[in-house]
Nanobody, 124 residues
């Protein structure tokens, strides 16, 4: 079992930046591939980014490619999502997720562990 707690959400203007953090506890963090997903009101949860357990392989949704960066610090048991050039359509609750295999995937149901989410609101 691994527990995940997100932080760093908030209200930001269009074009601004935020860095989300996801702190993990309970098991060896470096044994888990990590992902970020988001869910806007009335919409399904969607893939944002994923990162292998070594941090060497990343993947992004087309909607965030070039603007968001996923990274991890295994010494701090933390995964990050740096979000730049934010747009109103990025407004959502952002969740981090973990799966106990080396590589991440874009499918939410492949992740067994989830945080509680953090709200990101981008004003126009």
């Amino acid at each position: 079992q691994i527990e995940l707690v997100e932080s760093g959400g908030g209200l930001v203007q269009t074009g601004g930046s935020l860095r989300l953090s996801c702190a993990a506890s309970g098991r060896t963090f470096s044994n888990y591939a990590m992902g970020w997903f988001r869910q806007a009101p009335g919409k399904e949860r969607e893939f944002v980014a994923t990162l292998s357990w070594s941090g060497s392989i990343t993947s992004y949704a087309d909607s965030v490619k070039g603007r968001f960066t996923i990274s991890r610090d295994n010494a701090k048991n933390t995964v990050y999502l740096q979000m730049n050039s934010l747009k109103p359509e990025d407004t959502a609750v952002y969740f981090c997720a973990a799966r106990s295999v080396p590589w991440g995937v874009a499918t939410a149901h492949e992740y067994a562990y989830w945080g509680q989410g953090t709200q990101v609101t981008v004003s126009s």
